[in-house]
Each structure stands twice: as C-alpha cells, then as structure tokens.
C-alpha cells in the first residue's frame, strides 16, 4: 500500500522538482530523463545564443563605417569565424532537435523516454566538452581561428591559431549529433505508444525523423573531413595539395557533402514546429498531411544532393555545375509544398494571434524570403555575380535566423507553459516580436541590398558607396538585439512570476498536452492508447 | 553474439578473402587502363560483402537491419558518383 502512495506521489510531481536524492546539480547534470536532458540542452543553447548574438554585434560594429572602426582585420577574421562556429555547432545545429526534441519527442510518441536515455546523457556531455573546447580555441597559443567556419584548405592548413582545437572540438560536436540521431531513429521505430501509427505520429516527429537520418548518413563525412584537416596540419600528407598531387576542390565536396545537408538539419525540425504550431492556432486540422511528410522526407534525401552549388565559381567542371543547379531547383519543389500545405491550413481558419504563432507566420514570410533568395544562388549564372557578397550572407540569415531561430522562438513560447507550468506576458511576448521583426529586416535586407551592390563578404573594410546600407544593417543589429533581450527577460520573468496553467493552454491535440505541465517524470501514470490523429482538434482536452 | 557458423564454413570465407586479395595484387600489375580501379573497387566490395555477411552475421540478422545498412552504402555510393561528376569531367 505504502508503494501506491509513493507511486501516486511520483507521478503528481512534475519532472522540475528535485527528488532530494543526490546534490540538486548532480540530479540536472547526470540525469538520464530526457526532459532534463532537453532543458540541459535549452539552456546551454541559449547560453551559446546569446555569446554568438554578441560576437555578431561586434562584427556590426566594426562595419558600422568604412575602415577600422573598434578592430583590426585579424580581429575582424577571428570574430566572424568563432561567430560562424558558435551558431552553426552550438546553437542551430542541436537547437530544435536536441533540446524540444529530446523534451517533446517522448511525450508526443506516448513512451517514458528515448530508447536510449544513458546515450541521450552521453550526447549532452560531449555536446559540452565539445562547446568548451571550441570556445577555449579563443584563447592561447597562435590566437582564435581566422579561417571562417569553413575551414577552407589550404588556408587552415597553413594558418598558426588555434584552428587544430577548433576542429577537434567540431570533431567531438558531431558524434554528439550522431548519437542524438540514432537515439531518435530508434525511439520512433521502437517506442510508439499502441494506437500510435505512423500517419498519426505529430509532424514535428516526422520532421525529427527525417533529420535524425541526415544526421546518421551525413556527419560521420564531416568527421572524415575534420580528420583529414588535422592529418594536413599535423603530418602534411599534402592529400588537397595541388603540387603533391592532391586535389584541392576535393576538400569543398567532403565539406559541403556534410555541411549542405547540415542546413536541412537545422531547417526540417524548425518546419516540424511551424507544422504543429499552425493547426492549432488556424483551429483547423493540418491540410496534406501525407504531402507534408513526404515533403520532409524529399528535402532531407534531396538536400543532401545539392551541395556543389556551394563551389560554382571554384574552378569544379561544368557539367557538375549543371546537375547540382539542377538538383538544388528540386529541393525547391518539396519546400514549396510545405508553405503551399501551411498557407491552405491558415485558409478558412479561426486564427488566433497568440505569441507562438506570430513567430509561426514569420517563419513563413521570412523562410520564403530566404527561399527565393536562395534560387538566385542556386543558379549557376547569378551565383556568379553574387558569390561571396554580403548578398549570400543576408540570404544565409533569412532562411536561418528568421527561419530556423524563429521558429525556435515559436517553439520556446508554444511549449513554454508545458515545460514550466506558467504562462508568459502575452502583451510583452507580443512587443518583443515587433521589435525582432523590425530590427532583423533592418539588418539582413541591407545586407542582401549591399551585397547585390557588390559588397565581398568578410572585409572588415568597404568602399565609401556601401557606408548607408552598413549604417543602416548596424543600427538593425541593435533593434534586433533589444527585441532578444526583450523575450528573454519576459521569459525569465514567466519563469518565476507567470500565471499556473494547466494540462492544454493552446487546446492542442497531441500527446504531450494530455499530461500535467510541467509533466511528470516519467510522463505517462499508464501508457496512452492512441485513437485519433495529431491534428483533430474537436478531441483535444481541456485547457 | 556467439558465432554461429560452422567452423568449416568460417574457414572457407577466409580462404576466399585470401584469394580475393591475391586477385587484387595480380590485377594491378597487369595494364588495363581504366578499368585497374573498377576491377580494384569490385573486388573489394565483394571481399566487404562476405565480411559483413558472414563474420558480422548480416546474413542472419533482420530485414530492418538489412535495409538500414543498404539505405547507408547507397548513401554512401551516390555521394561519391555525384562527385564524379566533377572530377570526370574538368
């Protein structure tokens, strides 16, 4: 008898209460349940965030007016390359997935964890010894890395900062990814709840699906890379040295084979969210659901295809130039269809306005931006004009900041309240996205505008007719930025003032909405059957 | 995983890949123009395809396992042709 209590005691406390057992960091920092493991993520995440939102201040500073400004140009190759790694390894990459994946994907399936939770720890951890390594690469020895989050041979070969550590601790991130994958793939197939079928598994596990296999398929060819970049530095094998008979374009095809599907790592889970988010918000069932889910699946094999449109101007053969052109216009296809399937939910819909889906349709606006832009670069003609431009850089920030992070922010507020049991200020949620959208348009369509006008990408310093576009790219940093700080501290707020709320706020229907917020450790009293699809809402629970 | 072969069994793969390699030295001393690298290629993968079927027990494992490893050699397989695509043609 005595054990029902305690059983019953187990499963009213929610997962954030510490059980008193161990010291309260060690029961954080050893766990193995997976929303602990997810909220680890989130926050080392946004740490990361906000250290790489400051270096890319710093490098708007500096452009602020041609000439030296507050660095010199070493400097200068210093910031964007940590800038570069620190966003792409240590934020975009593990963001969606590894931190609301790891808390939702459980929860949306009906198990009571991944199908390998002390894997899902270890992951965490070489995440962390990994980000460590890369940041102390900022400091001692030859100075930071000046190579660009490319590592491009020969420079990084030859160069004497620290760009050895730099890749080693990029090395340690990727089996991080690798693992994250594999726990994902495994719990999909294996850890469904009864009732649970693959046409009724949420979209955003479909989206986390799709990516757990890039990331299996891709990044192992990211760590053949990195190796072979410290075999150079190290041994001088000369294996991409033209004169020792190496084949210097051959480390662009290993990098973006890896590094080109690395951006559907970063965007599919983002589309998982926006597909979750627009149901509920439009009060209608998701339009196409099928067609969504093959469409994440065509992206993610497509995607992984297209990355020779990364080297049209290297010196690579035509006729390889025209097959990745042509590759890299079909991934268009499956993306379209995706925006096409979200519009049609929006259509005819009672729309509520509510934080989360105010970043949801940003998302669409913004991504779309980024898109199209992106079809300008991926044929072969206009690339040229514009390769290497500040124009390639603003579409890179489209299709990552105001499509990725945004829909990670989405993410942050739709999931908030279940992860925390509290609500946030909606009116100041509300604030801190008008001021975000201003001040990115602000930054990143100057950029697009100074890059069609011929501005090269990583000069510290331009002529005089790119100075009003660059002013007016700095001062869209600085709204940006306080819009950020803005949500932070509305967030951090919510964190220990906000409203209690219960089990289905957004009145959404899957899974992870039926149980208590925050939700129990091991999520579900009695496994849940399964009897209607993720998007039907007339069965969604109480709020 | 014990070994679940016979011994006689074990013992003539092995023999195969012996001779397999020895088919892969004489091969490059004979002058065959492009086709050194394809006769090269193709004997390692068979050689590859009895190690994973019989000494990592591919044969007996199940169909997901199967189609899993197929699905990351293809993977594997398209990534280098599409590179070709390159260095064939410069």
Partial sequence: ?543 | MQHTGSMRQLIGIWGLLLLLTAATVGISRIHLGAANIWAALGIATAKATLVTLFFMHLKKEGRVIKISLLVTLATLATFIGLTFFDVLYR
């Fill in chain 1, 1 to 543: 008898m005595g054990k029902v209590i305690r059983m019953g005691e187990f499963f009213r406390r929610g997962f954030l209460e510490s059980t008193g057992e161990q010291p309260s960091l060690f029961e954080w920092i050893f766990s193995t349940d997976h929303k602990r493991i997810g909220l680890l993520y989130l926050y080392s995440i946004s740490t990361f965030f906000a250290i790489g939102v400051t270096l890319g201040l710093l490098i708007r500073l500096e452009l602020i007016a041609p000439g030296r400004t507050i660095v010199g140009p070493d400097t200068y190759n210093a910031l964007f390359t940590l800038h570069g790694v620190v966003m792409i390894f240590l934020f975009i990459i593990p963001g969606i997935p590894a931190a609301f994946g790891n808390i939702m994907l459980p929860l949306q399936i009906g198990a009571r964890d991944v199908a390998f939770p002390r894997l899902n720890l270890l992951s965490w951890w070489l995440y962390i010894i990994g980000a460590i390594m890369a940041l102390s690469s900022l400091a001692g020895g030859g100075g930071p890395p000046d190579t660009g989050w490319t590592f491009y041979l020969p420079f990084s070969g030859e160069t004497t900062t620290n760009v050895s550590l730099a890749v080693f601790a990029v090395f340690i991130l990727g089996f991080s990814s690798i693992l994250t994958g594999l726990n994902f793939i495994t719990t999909i197939h294996r850890l469904r709840a009864p009732g649970m079928t693959w046409t009724r598994l949420p979209l955003f596990v479909w989206s986390l699906y799709a990516t757990a296999w890039v990331q299996v398929l891709a990044t192992p060819i990211l760590g053949i890379t990195l190796v072979l970049i410290l075999a150079e530095r190290i041994l001088g094998l000369g294996l991409f040295d033209a004169a020792r008979g190496g084949d210097p374009l051959m480390y662009q095809h290993l990098f973006w084979i890896y590094s080109h599907p690395a951006v559907y790592i970063m965007v599919l889970p983002a589309m998982g969210v926006i597909s979750e988010i627009i149901p509920v918000f439009a009060r209608r069932p998701i339009f196409g659901y099928k067609a969504i889910v093959a469409s994440s699946i065509g992206i993610a094999a497509a995607g992984s295809l297209v990355w020779g449109h990364h080297m049209f101007v290297s010196g690579m053969s035509d006729t390889a130039i025209l097959v990745f052109s042509l590759l890299t216009f079909i991934v268009a296809i499956p993306s379209a269809v995706k925006v096409f399937n979200w519009v049609a939910t929006l259509y005819g819909g009672s729309i509520r306005l509510d934080a989360p889906m105010l970043y949801a349709l940003t998302f669409l606006v913004l991504f779309s931006i980024g898109g199209l832009s992106g079809l300008v670069l991926g044929s072969a003609a206009t690339d040229v004009h514009v390769h290497d431009t500040h124009f390639v850089v603003g579409h890179f920030h489209y299709v990552m900041f105001g499509g990725t992070a945004f829909a990670f922010f989405g993410a942050l507020h739709y999931w908030f309240p279940k992860i925390f049991g509290r609500m946030f200020n909606e009116k100041r949620a509300a604030w801190a996205w008008g001021i975000m959208i201003c001040g990115f348009n602000l930054l990143y369509f100057s950029m697009l505008l100074v890059g069609l006008r011929g501005m090269p990408r990583r000069y510290y310093d331009y002529l005089p007719q790119f100075a009003q576009l660059n002013r007016l790219a700095t001062y869209g940093s600085w709204v940006l930025a306080l819009g950020l700080l803005f949500m932070a501290v509305n967030l951090l707020i919510a964190l220990r003032r906000g409203k209690h709320i219960g089990a289905n706020p957004w009145e959404a229907a899957t899974l992870e909405w039926t149980v208590d917020s925050p939700p129990p450790p091991e999520n579900f009293a009695v496994l849940p059957t399964v009897t209607h699809g993720p998007y039907d809402l007339e069965q969604a629970g109480e709020p």
